[in-house]
């Protein structure tokens, strides 16, 4: 079991940075990909960003090339949202996800991440 509790969310105006993290906690394993997703109301929650634990390999969605970044602390177990330039539309329940990752691992597949925070909510307001 593992468990994932984010930190950081809260209401920002549009223009501002954030920094979200998410520890882990349990039976943690330097072969998983621990990912952030987002829901923002009445839409599906979406993929955000990405990092393998043991290489640091990185995937991002496409919106947010260039604005955020995701970093982890191994000693800490942590992994990290660097949020610049947010925008309303980022507004969202942020999720950290944790997976195994495996051959062919699709970052996005919210079904392949079997561990989930509780999420912690931002709100970008203009």
């Known amino acids: 079991q593992v468990n994932l509790a984010e930190r950081g969310g809260t209401s920002v105006q549009a223009g501002v940075s954030l920094d979200l993290s998410c520890t882990a906690s349990g039976r943690t394993d330097s072969t998983y990909i621990m990912s952030w997703f987002r829901q923002a109301p009445g839409k599906e929650r979406e993929f955000v960003a990405g990092i393998r634990w043991n290489t640091g390999l990185i995937h991002y969605l496409d919106s947010v090339t260039g604005r955020f970044i995701i970093s982890r602390d191994n000693v800490k177990n942590t992994v990290y949202l660097h949020m610049n330039s947010l925008k309303t539309e980022d507004t969202a329940v942020y999720y950290c996800?944790?997976?195994?990752?495996?051959?062919?691992?699709?970052?996005?597949?919210?079904?392949?991440?079997?561990?989930w925070g509780q999420g912690t909510q931002v709100t970008v307001s203009s």
């Open positions: 996800a944790a997976g195994m990752q495996h051959a062919f691992f699709d970052y996005a597949r919210a079904t392949n991440y079997e561990y």
